[in-house]
């Protein structure tokens, strides 16, 4: 990173905002940086730290949606997909008979990642005509 932004390890540590020692240190594999510190290095030199899958795409982050909140004004957990409108049968809670709120989420593990796969399949039928669809993902309830 230093030597493809051609800067010195004094140069690097002062655009980075470290001491020099730091770089040096680091270098020579007697220090681990933080995730912020190695930011701000990568950015001294003119890169970005990013997250990539197995097949090298970069992941980008999720926008965050002010108006699917839950009753009490909390985010849904960022691991479930946020289904807005649910139609009936879509709640978890449906089988209990209780009202329907405006969004919610699967929460049968199985079921949601049976869904993404149903989907991920459908939006790129196109590519995949060859490929048979994944079954058919059955409701956890009702």
């Not at 978890?92 to 869904?115: H, I, Q, S």
Request: glycine letters at 6%; hydrophobic letters at 40%.
């Amino acid at each position: 990173m230093r030597r493809r932004a051609d800067a010195s390890q004094r140069e690097l540590a002062a655009y980075a905002g470290v001491h020099p020692s730091t770089i040096g240190r680091i270098e020579a594999g007697a220090l681990t940086p933080s995730i912020a510190v190695l930011r701000r290095l990568l950015a001294a030199a003119g890169f970005r730290l990013a997250v990539v899958d197995e097949f090298g795409r970069v992941l980008q982050p999720m926008r965050d949606r002010d108006d699917a909140r839950d009753g009490a004004e909390r985010r849904y957990p960022s691991h479930l997909d946020t289904i807005l409108d649910p139609e009936p049968g879509e709640w978890w809670a449906d089988v209990y008979g209780l009202a329907r709120p405006p969004e919610t989420f699967y929460r049968n593990r199985a079921y949601r990642d049976a869904m993404r796969r149903r989907s991920r399949w459908e939006v790129r039928v196109a590519k995949l005509r060859h490929v048979p669809p994944p079954p058919r993902a059955v409701p956890p309830y009702g």
